[in-house]
């Protein structure tokens, strides 16, 4: 890609975040809460209910870890990486997503594991198809919580469409990843291209869809991650004196995700306490108190990824700017393959 080229994809991604956060501004002024109200809402929190939703927090991180691991025990061949490295790379990815824009956490968590695996030819590659074989779990415990939502929740005009979107994308995902999964073959992989490589390799990591027993654990675990997650967005509603049903909690985390979907700007800040507290109107929660709730809601969640995040990042010996220059899957192969070559080259200027 020439520097035109890249200038100008910078140039939109730019725009589109300027005009997203321009519009979020808009909103939150012109028809924005009493800020006043807003703060005044923190001082009815009730903190033991906020240690509880930490506590379910952290138990989903460390059930949906494990999903990973399942995964990745299926896609690579032995020996493969313990647990507890696992849950670090899964919690240094947490950090990275909940501080720097477009999802570097999954370039982060493979990262780290990479860096544990010398020798491992295509090993960035295949870890890579775990991570998307990972987050295509996702779609189960999700696809059931939007019709759980639909069926039960009081769901705003204007939520339907998205809604809606979710559940067909996500059965979409869902049968191509079954798909690329069950026609996936073997190749001679010196036969074909780096990029091909790269693509082959990546696609092992969907090797647990073609493994009922492995399918349906990670499967769990992920359903009972999310069931956590959502057990803790309740908590939080009490601890901010909202005594909403259970499917108002299942809204506000669908929307939520949603909201965080495509991530513009760390967090993306605003756009989620819009997204949480709009939905709370039909249950007679007032919009400033909807909105203190969602900064309380991420903020729990925050504490949770970056705080994790955070102590195991400095276990792995990492740094935030690190985290910032992930290289891409293909440029780890291509220093995979430079590597043998480079090797002798630098044997030979060492006399003998």
Known sequence: MNLAAITRSRTLRLFVVLAAAAGLVTLVWWRGPDWGTVGDAFTVVRWQWVVAAIGLNLVSVLVRALAWNTVIDQAMPPPHPRFPLVFSAFSVGLFANAVLPGRIGELARVAVLTRKLPGRRGAWASLLGTVFAHRLFDLVPSLLLVIYVLLTAKVPHWAYTSLEVVLGLGFALLTFGIASAKLHQRSVLDELSRFQRVVVMARQGLAVLK??????????????????????????????????????????????NIATLFPLWPGNVGLVQAAVALPLISYGV?????????????????????GVGMLFLAREGLSFAMLRVMPGAEAAELAEDEAPAAEPRARARIPG
């Open 211 to 256: 493994s009922p027993l492995p399918a349906l654990v990670a499967a769990v675990f992920q359903c009972l991650g999310w069931l956590c997650q959502l057990l803790a967005v309740y908590s939080a509603m009490r601890a901010f004196d909202i005594h909403a049903p259970l499917p108002a909690a299942a809204l506000v985390l669908v929307l939520m």
């Open 286 to 306: 007032a919009k400033a108190h909807g909105i203190a709730f969602g900064f309380g809601l991420q903020g729990i969640e925050a504490s949770v990824g970056v």
